[in-house]
């Protein structure tokens, strides 16, 4: 098992790489190249760099999230192709220059949201905060400005500027596609990728839907245990895996989070884990996300790590969305203070049952 942070390169995230490799136990970064527009291939030297760049300072780049996937492939359209090829190219460079699993996910229109970036909590610090009934209220330019204008001069991964102005018509796009449809286009996609990931020896590691349920009308596919097996199922290969997120699938109260570790890592179908916690407000849609300590939130972080130990889990894990404490000022969700202390918190776990089994 390996305990690694999300890190964003070229100034877009507030926290510099040698105060990673100041968190014990963290031996790499989870990072992306930020200024590829989606769709693009990524291009071997620019991967390099980025991976020179980390590795300079004594962490590794084995995990990249994400490579986004174009909406024309999401949506089916003609000219899929060209960006599915793209997609293969950049699987092979990262392969090439040492990555080892691509996180990725297959959100229609827009990745996980949230209704507030920074809700103020009775201790002090902030967080983000999902409201269900104040979201589905906002329009798309209300939810962009609110993304935008609230992330703290950053925008949230996946919500990248050139997609705004599209985002209305998008969403229209999917009102005349059926779920069955959906899938049908996410499996051409696989089809595609899987025998590139077996050639190259890379691990394809989807994210669940965040929130795990339809809004603005979108098909939301990966969102509890039977959408995984199926998921999982297009191609049976282990290289089609898995990003196990805890917090998104959690938002969910009909799932049972262990139960899921459990299954599909002991399938070796879990490369990467995202371990964070979340708390339920208002209702079973309501939630806010807090620190990554068990009595902070409704889901036993304990029972998470025991899951994953004795499941042999044998891949990634990153401490996820944290809260913005101690007075940092930085991307929502990714402040460094309460991810090291999510980080050491797991590891703490993990060396504690390893001691006792
Ligand atoms: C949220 C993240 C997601 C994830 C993408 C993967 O914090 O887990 O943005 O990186 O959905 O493509």
Known sequence: MKMIIRWFPDSADSIPLEYIR???????????????????????????????????????????????????????????????????QSMRNLAQAGVKCLCYNVMPVMDWVRSNLAQVLADGSTTMAYHHETLIRLSPSDLTNSIHGSSGGFWLPGWEEERFPQMEEDIRF?????????????????????????????????????PPW???????????????????????????????????????????IPAILREFVSQQRVPFVHLRNIKHTSSDKDFIETAHFSNCGDLDMFEMVLALYESNFDGYIRSDHGRMIWGEQGRPGYGLYDRALGANYLLGLWEAIKKLS
């Open 174 to 210: 999917y009102h005349s596609l059926s779920e069955e449809q959906y899938w049908e286009n996410i499996a051409y996609f696989i089809d595609a990728i899987v025998p590139v990931a077996h050639e190259c020896d890379i691990n394809l590691a989807v994210h669940p839907d965040d």
């Open 22 to 88: 100041q968190v014990p136990g963290v031996s790499g970064v989870a990072t992306c190249l930020m200024h590829i527009p989606v769709g693009e291939t990524w291009p071997l030297d620019d991967i390099n760099d980025l991976r020179d760049k980390i590795v300079a300072v004594g962490l590794e780049m084995e995990v990249i999230e994400s490579v986004n996937v174009h909406e024309s492939i999401k949506k089916g359209i003609p000219g899929r192709d060209r960006y599915i090829e793209n997609y293969m």
């Open 214 to 256: 339809s809004i603005f009308g979108l098909p939301k596919i990966i969102t509890d245990a039977q959408s995984i097996r199926r998921f999982l199922s297009l191609n049976d290969s282990n290289r089609n895996g898995i990003t196990l997120c805890t917090g998104s699938l959690g938002a969910s109260t009909k799932n049972d």
